[in-house]
């Protein structure tokens, strides 16, 4: 009897935190990614600052569930001025006995300043994971929030989470809360 009052608390308190609209953020992974070489950037030619800019990246994993996965990609924006609307990328993602591949659904960028000058670019989106096997198997076919985040000079962060909200995860299952069995 006590464990059922306890399962009906925490499925009441995870409750109020769904219907206030927080979200939870399983985080997937956390990358810090390096530039390969020289972004190229392509004038679209109809205005000033319209462009479109592609790079290959790299990345390690240094936290989450794929925290030691490297990952190489390669990305296109196109950029109205300090605006940037991302229009491709692809990815490979490997792990000891997994491999993934990822693929751009939306997202959007901005030039990040400081100081007055450009210091790189943040960026906001989706993506979905079209393949996934072994280690990784658990994500194939997920589609999954992204965040990027400058770093340094051609360095940034870039974050896969999967949002859900807490009333749904605690009603998955009324015998399991967070994990926890009664």
Not at 72 to 97: A, Q
Not at 136 to 163: C, H, M, Q, Y
Request: glycine content about 12%; hydrophobic content about 35%.
């Amino acid at each position: 009897m006590r464990k059922h009052r306890i399962a009906t608390f925490m499925c009441s308190a995870l409750g109020l935190f769904g219907a206030s609209g927080i979200a939870i953020a399983d985080p997937v992974v956390r990358y810090e990614c390096n530039i390969l070489g020289t972004p190229s950037q392509d004038p679209v030619g109809d205005r000033e600052g319209h462009n479109l800019v592609s790079f290959q990246y790299s990345c390690f994993g240094v936290d989450g569930l794929m925290k030691g996965a490297v990952a190489t990609s390669v990305s296109v924006t196109e950029w109205d001025g300090p605006k940037g609307k991302n229009l491709s990328s692809v990815g490979v993602h490997r792990l000891p006995g997994g491999l993934a591949s990822a693929q751009l659904i939306e997202g959007n960028s901005s030039v990040v300043m400081r100081d007055g000058k450009p210091a790189g670019s943040e960026s906001s989106g989706k993506i979905v994971i079209k393949l996934a096997s072994g280690t990784l198997s658990a994500i194939s076919g997920k589609t999954l929030n992204f965040t990027v985040k400058p770093l340094g000079p051609n360095r940034f962060e870039l974050d896969w989470t999967e949002s859900l909200m807490a009333l749904r995860r605690c009603s998955e299952d009324r015998r399991s809360v967070c994990g926890l069995r009664f």
